[in-house]
C-alpha cells in the first residue's frame, strides 16, 4: 500500500510515492549454495565479515612487506659485504701511494683516488654502512680484532695504536671487525 503526498509548493504531477516496505539495498538469495548467496545474512553481519576479512589482509600484507623488507636488507648486505674487500684495496693503494716522494702528478692521483674513495664510501653510508674509527680509544673486543700488541709507555695500555683494517657496522649491527694494534706497557700489566 502507497501514501501519496503532495507537497505544497509542488503541482499535481510532481508527487511521489513512500511505499510501508521499503525496496532491499541487496537482493538476499535465501537458497545456500546458490551462486552469490548471502544465506539469509544481515547487512550488519557482511559488513562484520568485510571488516574482519580487511584486518586479516591488512596484517598479511604487513608480514609480507616485512618479509620483502627483510630480503632486501639481506640482499642490500650482500652487496655491502661483497664491496667491502675493495674499500680495502682503497685504502692499501692510498697508504702505499702516501710513502713515495710527492710530486704534483701523484697528489693530483691521490686525490682524484679519494675522491672515487669518498664517493663509493658515501653510496654505502647512505644504505646503512658505517665506519668503525677506533684509534686512540680503549680496546673493546665487540668491535676490535687485535692483531698485534706494541710496547710503548707514550700511550695508556690497551689503547688503540693503528687500524690495519677498518670495521664497519650495517644498520646498527657489526658485520666486521676492526684489526687494530694496540699499545702494551706495564701500565697495563
Aim: aromatic share 4%; net charge negative.
Amino acid at each position: 500500500m502507497g501514501l501519496r503526498m503532495r507537497l505544497p509548493w509542488t503541482d499535481a504531477a510532481r508527487q511521489f510515492v513512500v511505499d510501508e516496505t521499503p525496496e532491499p539495498l541487496y537482493a538476499l538469495d535465501q537458497e545456500a549454495g546458490a551462486p552469490g548467496a548471502l544465506g539469509g545474512a544481515d547487512l550488519l553481519e557482511l559488513v562484520s565479515r568485510a571488516m574482519l576479512e580487511n584486518e586479516r589482509l591488512v596484517a598479511l600484507a604487513g608480514r609480507l612487506e616485512q618479509s620483502q623488507s627483510r630480503g632486501a636488507d639481506e640482499e642490500v648486505l650482500r652487496v655491502v659485504r661483497s664491496l667491502l674487500p675493495a674499500l680495502d684495496s682503497f685504502d692499501r693503494i692510498l697508504e702505499m701511494a702516501r710513502g713515495f716522494d710527492m710530486t704534483d702528478v701523484l697528489a693530483n692521483w691521490l686525490r682524484s683516488v679519494e675522491g672515487i674513495q669518498e664517493r663509493v664510501l658515501s653510496a654505502l653510508e647512505r644504505q646503512g654502512l658505517e665506519v668503525v674509527d677506533p684509534l686512540g680509544q680503549g680496546i673493546d673486543l665487540n668491535r676490535d680484532e687485535v692483531v698485534e700488541y706494541r710496547r710503548t709507555q707514550a700511550q695508556p695500555g690497551d689503547t688503540v695504536l693503528e687500524v690495519r683494517r677498518r670495521g664497519y657496522r650495517f644498520r646498527g649491527k657489526m658485520i666486521r671487525d676492526a684489526q687494530v694494534v694496540v699499545a702494551h706497557n706495564e701500565r697495563s700489566v
